[in-house]
């Protein structure tokens, strides 16, 4: 779930939507597209503008959003998902196929900016067990030809966003930082790929999941203004982990001859929802410390001035795979109808600005029938269904809605099905007349039953079959739901 080269920070004053904007020049954010309800592609573009975002990651090339791109003033990069890689790598005809649809035509037809081609995400995972470790650098070097080809080698330059875990520091100082041992050959090859073509190395850094993964990690390094105890590295002083991650990769970097090479942070940022470290509250201290530094041009010790980042993300994704909790999918500033979550200044005075011209469904909820037996053996596999088919991670212990009792689980589970469906009225026929449409909302505290926006996937049961569509993310979440809600786990 990183960045370019070193950009100094230039205040851009621009009118947008009769309100006074000033742009952090290296800030983008990125955009995902994997919801059963996603904002029209000409909304999102219009939010970008509004709230002053000139850079923009995809992790695909979608037609329709590259289209909605369209001379709209924003730097484009575009990613070719793993799954592609294998392909593109066992053929040149195959990248140049690729370039020529997904990069080639969008910027000479449509004006779209597109600044880099991000080949894979995160490949070289430990959870991935070396799947692409070989296709890769092959893929990367084919799509690099297929550029030249197309002479545009000069404008738009490959990368490869890589997670922290590609390196490592046996005690804990960024000096002591290197390549993991087991593909270290291979991350120099790369990287002497990356350099020999004037292309940034880019790297997806997450204090979220240092925290995630140890429970001992302590919580005031994560952030920017925390009070916890400093890193001393022989003179360089680490108050935060972000800092300390991102110079040991320059370290890293520096020790195998690399040391001026360009870096993109592709992925900062903190989930607001699915852990109970994940909240709005540290969200908010966490990207607003961050923009600060940016606007303050603070850098590392190893390499001062802002970091050329992209924030993760723009938009919640309700059907995103939830591997590797439930938190990936609430890592949106805004939530999936373009309303902000909480109060940020990505550089104006005035907070986040909302998407405009979104059209919701009817005020309607499904919830648990009042005559219905929490009882009932129909109520499980019921809920199970509603969850397998829809998003419920926001029931997880210590998530937003982790305190509801039982019978606001099973509605929590009710209307989610509900809304992904369309708010059809055969999608609130549960067995045994457990469940019936409110007009009342049934929120609860922090917790909110959402309704769905009308958008272009809006249709009934086709928006149910982008669930099914998603079979990691179909399996995981019924047992989760199932645990949340009748287990202790």
Known sequence: MLSKSVVAVSFVIILLYGNLFIEVEAIGVNWGSQASHPLPPATVVRLLQANGIRKVKLFEADTKILGALSRSGIQVMVGIPNDLLAPIAA??????????????AHVSSNGVDIRYVAVGNEPFLKAFNGTFEDITLPALQNIQSALIKAGLATQVKVTVPLNADVYQSASNLPSDGDFRLEIRDLMISIVKFLSDNQAPFTINIYPFISLYNDPHFPVEFAFFDGTGDPIDDNGRVYDNVLDANYDTLVWSLQKNGFGNLSIIVGEVGWPT??????????????????????????????????????????????????????????????????????????????????????HHMAKKWCVLAPSA???????????????????????????????????????????????????????????????????????????????????????????????LARSVAVLLLLWTCVCVLFCEC
Not at 92 to 99: C, K, P, T
Not at 350 to 358: E, F, K
Request: charged share 20%; glycine share 12%; proline share 5%.
């Open 91 to 104: 053929s040149v005809a195959v990248a140049e196929r690729w370039v020529s649809q997904n990069v080639s």
């Open 273 to 358: 929802d699915g852990d109970k470290n994940a909240n709005m509250q540290y969200a908010r201290r966490y990207n607003q410390g961050f923009m600060n530094r940016q606007r303050a041009g603070r850098g590392t010790p190893m390499r001062p001035g802002p970091m050329d980042a992209y924030l993760f993300s723009l938009i919640d994704e309700d059907a995103k795979s939830i591997q590797p909790g439930n938190f990936e999918r609430h890592w949106g500033m805004f939530y999936i109808d373009g309303q902000p979550k909480y109060q940020l200044s990505l550089g104006n005075g005035n907070g986040l600005v909302p998407a405009r011209d979104v």
């Open 373 to 467: 037996n929490l009882q009932d053996p129909q109520l499980g596999p019921s809920v199970g269904y509603a969850c397998d088919h829809a998003d419920c991670t926001s029931l997880g212990y210590g998530s937003s809605c982790g305190g509801l009792n039982l019978a606001q689980n099973v509605s929590y589970a009710f209307n989610s099905y509900y809304q992904v469906s369309d708010q059809l009225e055969s999608a609130c026929k549960f067995p045994g007349g457990i469940s019936m449409i409110s007009t009342r909302d049934p929120s609860f505290g922090s917790c909110q039953f959402k309704i769905m926006i009308k958008s272009d996937s809006s249709g009934g049961e086709a928006s149910v079959r982008v669930g």
